[in-house]
């Protein structure tokens, strides 16, 4: 099961290098069918198996050469990694079919924020919906819980941004995650995000990766701190307080 699992993972990340190239660029999802950026010649299905037709190919175009972006079997190969770690904690049910949907979004939106340093609204949106979904489907998060999350998760990143760099599309995301993680899960997320943005951020300027004038995205950090949150907020939780 844990195999079929990650093939299904695999095949719904191959549509998600459709989506994370797309939408920025203002492309319709379902039109015109996947195709060489190169030389636009039309991928048959013996091109686009997950991670296998990139092996085969040696990372190029089959029909003029073109060397194809390893970002593809990176990303079908996380979004597998993504479904496999949800089976592996909640098994089949509506709590996996919740993570996939938290994980692909946040995989989703870190790859066109590092890209793009834009956050789609209709990502976003996409996140508010399901979001209220599956409270109204699972009903495990209180009313006050979601509405608290949502103001913090939203209104802390509105409050930074009047006096800091933040953006908008980070403020709106944070706050669609919020649906998803409730008012302990949001606090948490929220410091795991500033704290890896903060470590990391410092290391890429250590190294000379980027200079303090140069911006860097934080909806990566954001979407990874509430995947976590969502994933492990127990155990992180009562390591917090053993520490304690």
Not at 217 to 237: D, Q
């Amino acid at each position: 099961m844990g195999v079929f699992v990650f093939l299904f993972g695999i095949i719904f990340g191959s549509f998600f290098n459709v989506i994370i190239f797309r939408i920025p660029n203002k492309i319709s999802i379902s039109f015109p069918p996947s195709h060489c950026q190169s030389c636009n010649h039309e991928l048959k299905p013996i091109d686009l198996v997950p991670i296998l037709s990139y092996v085969f190919l040696k990372g190029k175009c089959r029909y003029c050469g073109e060397k194809i972006s390893i970002q593809y079997p990176i990303i079908e190969l996380i979004t597998g990694l993504i479904f496999l770690l949800s089976y592996s904690i909640f098994g089949l049910n509506i709590y996996f079919v919740k993570s996939i949907f938290l994980g692909s979004i946040v995989l989703i939106v870190s790859m066109i924020d590092f890209k793009h340093f834009i956050i789609p609204d209709s990502i976003s949106l996409f996140t508010f919906i399901t979001g209220i979904i599956f409270n109204v489907i699972i009903r495990d998060i209180s009313i006050k819980s979601l509405i608290f999350a949502f103001l913090l998760g939203g209104g802390l990143l509105f409050i930074i941004a009047m006096f800091g760099p933040m953006g908008g599309g980070d403020i709106k995301i944070m706050a669609g995650f919020s649906l998803y993680l409730g008012l302990s899960k949001t606090i948490m997320a929220l410091f795991l995000s500033f704290t890896l943005g903060g470590i990391i951020g410092v290391l890429l300027i250590i190294s000379k990766i980027k200079s303090r004038k140069d911006v860097i995205p934080f909806g990566p950090y954001l979407g990874l701190g509430s995947f976590i949150s969502f994933m492990y907020f127990s155990e992180i939780f009562n390591w917090y307080l053993n520490l304690l």
